[in-house]
């Protein structure tokens, strides 16, 4: 059974490398049909073992540019979609249709499959074409140096656009800002140039690459201002470029010029499909100018990658650049996988003894999770550790006297990782745990109710336990009208029966405070304080952000929480610093308030999929969550 579990598509992000055993597989059109525009036709499609939503698109010819989406979030096991054909579709014989799973985020797997052959459309409505510029569109201040998003809409049109600064001024030519940018993207993120001069009366214009007669573009509608001086920080990618061609396996370098830029810098490898792409490097200095780069093999072979590197200011301000042009990473694409080799099964590891568990990996970085399965447990599985870097291929796993003996065990290691898809794998047979059980047990001793701890004192948090192996994790926990409010005091702390805790001035004042400890391994294990005891001392501002939540339709929400009446501006920001969209504005709230983010910004635009950040203010706190949208 080995590697049941693991998915070995890791995304060849080019169309031709799928699988010819694709879990889904698109049946009508198939090839050879004839549809004509204004008529409705059912798309069909099998698939097996799957559930969630497909994304349905058309492809026209063996250009993979020309695509446009049909349908998204359509029921997998609905298997079928109708559809009429809109009257601004091209006439032509070479279609076909694509039904994948999208990635849930902005690089994933991707699991699809499209007509075996082509079908034709027919029929003929010339529709209306238009381009129009959205941003920036009048009394806008850009900075030199700075990134800013030039967007436009368009209608019926394909191909490129070409960005011009314009200048009133006749001595000063206008200055080409982009020559060709697919018409599609609706977006172009421009890091402003040294301009001629600072001032006011920039416009800019975009127009439709064509061969054509005609003439359709857009303008500004007013003139904006670029400030600034010309001494501003600046990244600019020099290798690779465009056309080089990179091994998997191979080190090559990484290389960049920046002006008035200090510390370290980002590197990540992006592609214009929807793939999963690792990280390069987190952190390198800036003043280095390369970086040694050893290609994984994980990486599926294609020419469309291209580098980006990225520098944030303290005041928020992001600089990047991005290779001119596409680069090639080449061959042999090694398939992600992990495989559990012990314990295999036949094994006896008796309670209170130290043993290995050891596993192989290929292709993947980060953390795995380690788990203890059988059919009796209940639950079925007890988590043996988590976050363990994959890389290592061993865990020192001492058995708590807390596990049954029993003849059938088995061990499960999963891959951590925000993909969709599960790539992990299990002990092939069972092995056997023996030995004495014990019943664990976590009594806390103080405080244990009626004492009065003073913020930003230290104080002992004291416990005793009976056949808890392992650390504890300590949390503290208040009783309010509102509800309770629990927050982690530390975590994996050694098992002694003490901890001194030094109190937070942030905390608010008051009673109804109970501490808890829970063992880490067995988290049913745990005993809190058997009263409430007090806090006292100087207060600030209190409140609190759980996590995000994504829902079903899309939106994002946010717990706020607050133990007093208290003033909160909370918005979400971009990866560049930029606001894009306010939730509240100096807003009371007191207990519990849930925020909501539907994805839209505040010029009524739908934002793209990646990394957000909710920054929540109030006085001078300020906590930001990063969430993936």
């Known amino acids: 059974m080995k590697n049941i579990f693991v998915l070995t598509l890791l995304l060849l992000c080019s169309l031709a490398l799928f699988s010819q055993n694709n879990p889904i597989t698109v049946t009508a059109p198939n090839g050879g049909e004839s549809w004509a525009i204004g008529s409705t036709h059912v798309i069909t499609w099998t698939a097996a073992q799957l559930a969630g939503n497909v994304r349905i698109q058309l492809r026209r010819g063996m250009n993979s540019a020309n695509v446009i989406t049909i ?20 006439v032509n014989a070479e279609y076909k249709i694509r039904v994948f799973i999208p990635p849930v985020t902005p690089t994933g797997v991707l699991i699809a499959d499209e007509s075996d052959g082509f079908f034709a459309i027919t029929g003929y409505n010339p529709p209306p074409m238009s381009l129009t510029l959205t941003s920036p569109n009048g009394g806008e201040n850009w900075v030199i140096g700075t990134m800013h998003p030039i967007t436009w809409n368009s209608t019926n049109l394909t191909g490129n656009i070409k960005i011009i600064l314009d200048c009133p001024i006749p001595t000063y030519a206008p200055i080409v800002i982009a020559e060709e940018v697919p018409i599609q993207n609706g977006v172009f993120y421009w890091t402003v140039g040294n301009a001629p001069m600072p001032a006011s009366f920039y416009k800019v214009s975009i127009t439709w690459i064509s061969d054509m007669t005609v003439y359709i573009g857009d303008i500004s509608d007013a003139e904006f201002t670029i400030s600034g001086s010309t001494n501003v920080p600046s990244l600019t990618v020099t290798s690779p ?62 020419s469309f990658y291209r580098i980006m590197i990225t520098k944030q200011l303290s005041n928020g301000t992001i600089f990047s650049d991005i290779s001119d042009g596409d680069f090639t990473i080449s061959g042999e694409f090694v398939p992600m996988s992990i495989t559990v080799t012990a314990p295999n099964g036949g094994e006896n590891w008796e309670i209170g003894s130290t043993h290995q568990i050891t596993w192989t990996s290929t292709g993947l970085t980060g953390n795995v999770r380690i788990e203890l399965m059988s059919p009796v447990m209940n639950p079925l599985s007890n988590l043996i550790a988590t976050e363990i870097p994959i890389e290592n291929g061993v865990f020192n796993w001492t058995i708590p006297n807390t ?25 092939d047979a069972d092995f056997t745990i023996s030995g004495t059980s014990q019943t664990p047990s976590i009594t806390v001793t103080s405080p244990n109710g009626g004492e009065n701890w003073t913020k930003g004192t230290m104080h002992p948090i004291t416990w005793t336990s009976t056949s808890v192996p392992g650390n504890v994790q300590i949390r503290l926990v208040r009783m309010t009208s509102a509800g309770s409010v629990s ?28 501490i808890v400890v829970r063992s880490q391994s067995t988290p049913t294990v745990f005993d809190r304080s058997d009263a409430p005891f007090t806090l006292s001392g100087g207060n600030i501002n209190p409140f609190t952000v759980t996590p995000t939540v994504v829902t079903t339709d899309g939106q994002v929400s946010f717990m706020l929480s607050s133990d007093e009446n208290t003033r909160v501006t909370a918005a979400v920001y971009n990866i560049k610093g930029q606001c894009i969209s306010k939730l509240m504005n100096n807003e009371a709230i007191s207990g519990k308030k849930t925020l909501s983010w539907n994805g839209q910004t505040s010029n009524g635009t739908t934002a793209r999929k990646g990394i957000y950040f909710l920054k929540v203010q109030s006085g001078k706190e300020v906590i930001t969550k990063k969430f993936l949208y």
């Open 71 to 90: 349908a998204e979030n359509i029921p997998i096991a609905a298997g079928n979609f109708s559809w009429t054909l809109p009257a601004n579709l091209a």
């Open 403 to 427: 596990i049954q003996p029993a003849s059938f065990y088995r061990v499960a290691i999963t891959w951590l990782s925000i993909m969709t898809v599960y790539i992990g794998d299990g002990s």
């Open 241 to 302: 470029n465009g056309g080089e061609s990179w091994e998997a396996g191979s080190t090559h370098n990484i290389t960049w010029t920046s002006a008035n830029v200090e510390g370290n810098i980002r590197i990540d490898l992006v592609s214009p499909l929807d793939c999963l792409l690792p990280l390069i490097v987190e952190a390198t200095p800036v003043a280095a100018g390369f970086y040694a780069w050893t290609i994984p093999a994980s990486i599926p072979p294609a």
């Open 487 to 514: 927050r982690v005091i530390a975590r994996n702390v050694p098992n002694t029966g003490i901890f001194n805790w030094q109190i937070p001035l942030r905390l608010p004042v008051g009673s109804g405070y109970k």
